[in-house]
């Protein structure tokens, strides 16, 4: 008799194992990572928390929206002074994040750096919004995010429609005042913008308009976005066939990056994923406070808000979702292709400061694009930063000089002309406001 020889496996069957091999792999490098992590309070911290770290009062408010989303909205009633919280007449102000992003983009550098605490300083009433699908907008009265693939059929024009005037009447409500000042980053312009264009109740809501970083046309987008288009089919699939309809990889992602980030040796590597996508390396990014920035961005959103923005790339406009086909355009919108937003009847003051180095919203897509299509409104401030990118306007470390002093006077102007008497002081003046490297347009 004879032996069978062994069969080897042939080469096709090492490249298929290749893959669950290399899975497991990467899998384990990222659990010892995340058990390996060095401490940091700041990055478990959630944003009340964060706010009470440094010493200030924070108020949390659950908003129901019209379709019964809950959004949680963050308050910093008054600044550290606590002589402060008896004066009558501070301004109202709403900050409101980006794609992707929540309400701790405001206060994730220290006091003398973010947005939020500095408001809160110079003597205003500071509220924070967060948008449906985000960590702080995951619950809904009926649906379920976690099962109920409805959840998350919403894209940046519910948030407009919807979160939006939400948000602000609470504002308003809960401070007692007729009108508020709004600052809008990105994405938190665009659905501003968006709402302006149709609701005649929201313009006596807002006293003024403070664009950063506006992404309202992105037909000039760069850097990594750009070179992944070919996803887009992919990502138009998974948002009509699956029925998980998170941006469900994003949020793997952020788990991953979280503990990955934490860990001194990968902060360039972190930081460049963050350029790659931002605009090139900028010297006001603090990389020290990587692992804080990693555990908080890529909060949550759907796929089919990321398709409506892959829409306004690709069609180099800005309209209302398209939903693929005639007969649901004409269901949703009375017309086969869905309606553009005219950005003329915005007639709200509004102020623009944008980076000539972000990849996202480019220099093109701002000049040529939407200060022309605003020409039914005041632009009163039109400034643009030679070297900031789409993130310095949140995190730089020097923000709160370039962009929130600005702002914090221009709402103090607003303020005082609204006042007859002169009885009372409207917050105090931070910092000096400077040009150095700022260039005025
Ligand atoms: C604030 O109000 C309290 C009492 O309501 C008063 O004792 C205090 O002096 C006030 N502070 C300022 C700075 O006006
Ligand atoms: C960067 O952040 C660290 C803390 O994370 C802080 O100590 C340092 O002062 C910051 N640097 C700048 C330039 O703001
Ligand atoms: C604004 O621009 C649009 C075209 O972009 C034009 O149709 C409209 O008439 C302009 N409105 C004013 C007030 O100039």
């Not at 180099?316 to 649901?328: I, N, Q, V, W």
């Not at 919108?333 to 623009?352: A, L, M, Q, R």
């Not at 006077?409 to 003046?429: M, R, W």
């Amino acid at each position: 008799h004879h032996t069978r020889p062994s069969r080897k496996p042939s080469k096709g069957y090492y490249c298929i194992m290749a893959f669950p091999t290399t899975f497991v792999v990467i899998i384990l490098f990222m659990v010892i990572l995340a058990l390996f992590a060095p401490e940091n309070g700041e990055c478990r911290m959630n944003v009340p928390q964060t706010i009470r770290k440094w010493g200030y009062p924070v108020e949390t408010h659950n908003v129901i929206t019209e379709d019964g989303y809950v959004l949680e909205m963050h308050r910093i009633p008054h600044g550290r002074n606590k002589g402060m919280s008896n004066t009558t007449c501070r301004p109202v102000i709403l900050l409101q994040h980006g794609l992707e992003m929540d309400s701790s983009n405001w206060v994730d550098n220290p006091p003398e750096q973010a947005a939020a605490y500095v408001m809160a300083d110079a003597g205003f009433d500071v509220w924070m919004g967060n948008v449906r699908g985000n960590r702080y907008g995951r619950k809904h009265i009926k649906l379920d995010s976690g099962t109920d693939a409805k959840f998350w059929k919403f894209s940046w024009q519910d948030m407009a429609d919807r979160d939006l005037p939400a948000l602000v009447n609470r504002a308003l409500r809960e401070s007692g005042v007729d009108s508020l000042h709004y600052v809008g980053h990105s994405q938190g312009s665009l659905i501003m913008f968006a709402r302006l264009s149709e609701d005649e109740r929201l313009k006596k809501q807002i006293s003024s308009f403070h664009a950063l970083a506006p992404a309202v046309y992105v037909a000039n987008i760069k850097g990594l976005f750009r070179r992944f288009q070919f996803a887009i089919p992919m990502l138009r699939w998974w948002n009509s066939h699956s029925t998980i309809g998170e941006l469900v990889p994003v949020s793997l992602f952020r788990l991953a990056s979280a503990s990955i980030c934490a860990h001194t040796f990968s902060f360039g590597i972190c930081s460049s994923i963050l350029f790659n996508i931002a605009g090139p390396q900028s010297q006001y990014y603090n990389e020290t406070r990587t692992p804080v920035y990693f555990s908080h961005v890529l909060s949550g959103t759907s796929a089919r808000n990321v398709v409506h923005w892959t829409q306004m790339v690709i069609d180099r406009a800005t309209r209302k979702f398209d939903f693929g086909s005639r007969r649901k355009n004409m269901a949703a919108y009375k017309s086969p292709n869905p309606p553009i937003y005219d950005f003329s009847k915005v007639t709200v003051p509004v102020h623009i400061y944008w980076g000539a180095k972000d990849w996202l919203v480019s220099d093109e897509d701002i000049e040529s694009r939407l200060i022309p299509a605003l020409n039914g409104t005041r632009i009163e401030t039109r400034r643009k930063f030679a070297d900031y990118n789409h993130f310095d306007f949140v995190w730089g470390t020097t923000a709160s000089r370039d962009v929130y002093s600005p702002i914090i006077n221009d709402v103090k102007q607003v303020e005082a002309a609204k006042l007859e008497s002169t009885t009372c002081t409207i917050g105090l003046p931070v910092f000096p406001p400077s040009n150095e490297i700022i260039r005025v347009t």
